[in-house]
């Protein structure tokens, strides 16, 4: 077995075991513990972290698209409430909070032009 240190077991129960900087999976970490020599493993840790590496690349994309989307809102809150405090905010959290605010009303306009037009029909 290859060595993980002295918390491994800790984090492996947690579901947290990274070895390599690679999150294994129980059926990642079962083929690794079936492996029947060192090149056999160090061949899995290297296909598994070439997967990971891959897929947290295709995710930084969407990462920053949340971030920017987040200032957008940290943004338009300060506007209306200077003194606002930020802990770990989410895009969900951000969206009520700026409707609790009074500047919802903006975006929901911005996102659905059409329920604008049946309003201004409405009114006429």
């Known amino acids: 077995m290859l060595p993980i240190g002295p918390n491994w077991q800790k984090l492996y129960d947690e579901g947290k075991c ?3 900087g690679v999150p294994f999976n129980d059926e990642q ?10 090149l ?11 997967e990971y590496q891959n897929q947290q690349a295709g995710s930084s994309e969407e ?3 949340e971030n920017n989307r987040i200032e957008e809102l940290k943004r ?3 506007e209306l409430d200077p003194k606002a405090v930020f802990r770990n ?3 969900k959290s951000l969206e009520e909070r700026l409707k609790r605010l009074g500047g919802g009303e ?3 306009t911005k996102d659905s032009p059409q329920d604008t037009t049946a309003q201004d029909e ?3």
């Open 122 to 124: 409405e009114v006429d």
């Open 89 to 91: 905010p989410s895009i």
């Open 18 to 20: 990274l070895y390599y």
């Open 40 to 50: 056999k493993r160090e061949a899995l840790i290297r296909k598994w972290r070439k």
């Open 63 to 65: 990462i920053e698209d």
């Open 76 to 78: 338009q809150i300060l």
């Open 29 to 38: 970490m079962e083929e690794l513990d079936a492996a029947t020599s060192q």
């Open 106 to 108: 903006e975006d929901e």
